[in-house]
DNA sequence: CGCGACGTTGATTTGCCTCAACGATTGTGG
DNA sequence: CCACAATCGTTGAGGCAAATCAACGTCGCG
């Protein structure tokens, strides 16, 4: 498997000398994920942040009438992991699974912490990431409070205008918050107003 | 102003010797806010981080229809910001108000870059601030879609027990996303089934 | 082929909103 | 220190966005 697109994605943010590359490549772990194949189960402690290479992945819960609401989708570039989990190495309430088959790179807790003493810049790159994913995540509550079901779709379609084509219709209603027989009504409105 | 609180807040995560501790404090701007009185205002670019010593802010948004959207509450030991804003620098969509007379310390963005060169320490320090912030926004996503107003209302009396009391009501109905009238009515409904 | 997952559509229900009126409390200026 | 306005919380009646339940066509796949 590929660590160009890993290291792009580090690099955005920080540099790394040729033997600091080399050092992070080798904590990384290639791991492929069949479509439909669990990569975490609630329950689970997530012993791992994920970086997806190629395919996409999801986070979702399951609640107690047995629906499932999408916390996030993890196409290629992206990361995922069940944060609260790994941050407090409590079982987590998450699953993560794969919506088409994929490569991932498995970095442990373990060796991030690792990665945080030998090469520091790597705090700064994961704090980062947490920043804008927070940021992220804040857009989305206030979104959840202020905009019709609608709204954040239309809003979906904006924001992630490949994931659209590329997923079934029944998770982006659960990412956005719907009944799957309410976003079709909604979709084939939009499809008619334009 | 006393610098124990925020000393206290940054020590729990990590270790600062005695100089570095100054340093940190020397960056710090202490300002007074009045109740009611707007701490930044939506379009500003965000200048600093905002730790809270004494009283209480909020960060809202005013959608089209003129109703306000509560994102977070900062009571004492807590910071603020416009998260998006002060990490683009581009002009943001929130408020921040004091619902009481406060006591707060700044930290600009400028100093707080300083801060990283100088003490990278504290690199880690706003990784695992944005870190837990990202799970506890996470947390809340989740339970907005998966549960029913009532339910986040019972949710916000057990995490936040200290704010029911504090907080006009409207604000925690702005908080989790439902009109006062009808915070009202489940209010009295919750009172009556125990 | 036949089964199960998915999307669509219809009829009905419901959780929460809207609008409106009214008391209680707070705060503010004369 | 009082009068008055403003804000807040409560309650009622009616409305709407979205959920629920159910039936049905389609497609991909074992």
């Given at each position: 498997m590929s660590y160009d697109l890993i290291l792009q994605a580090v690099e955005k943010h920080i540099n790394l000398r040729e033997e600091e590359q080399k050092l992070f490549a080798s904590l990384l772990k290639p791991k492929e994920i069949r479509r439909k194949q669990f990569h975490l189960t609630e329950?689970?402690?997530?012993?791992w942040s994920t970086f997806v290479v190629q395919g996409c992945l999801r986070a979702f819960t399951t609640d107690k009438n047995g629906f499932e609401h999408v916390l996030s989708f993890a196409p290629s570039g992206w990361w995922i992991a069940d944060m609260y989990s790994l941050i407090s190495q409590q079982p987590g309430h998450l699953n993560i699974e794969a919506l088409e088959d994929s490569d991932v790179l498995l970095l442990s807790k373990k060796d991030q912490e690792k990665l945080y003493l030998e090469i520091p810049a790597f705090e700064r790159f994961f704090r980062i990431l947490a920043e804008n994913s927070l940021v992220a995540n804040q857009q989305r509550i206030m979104d959840n409070l202020s905009l019709t079901a609608e709204e954040r779709y239309r809003k979906f379609c904006t924001v992630y205008p490949t994931l659209i084509h590329a997923l079934p219709q029944k998770q982006i209603a659960a990412y956005i918050g719907v009944t799957p027989e309410f976003f079709s009504r909604m979709r084939s409105n939009f499809l008619k107003n334009n």
């Open positions: 329950g689970d402690v997530c012993p």
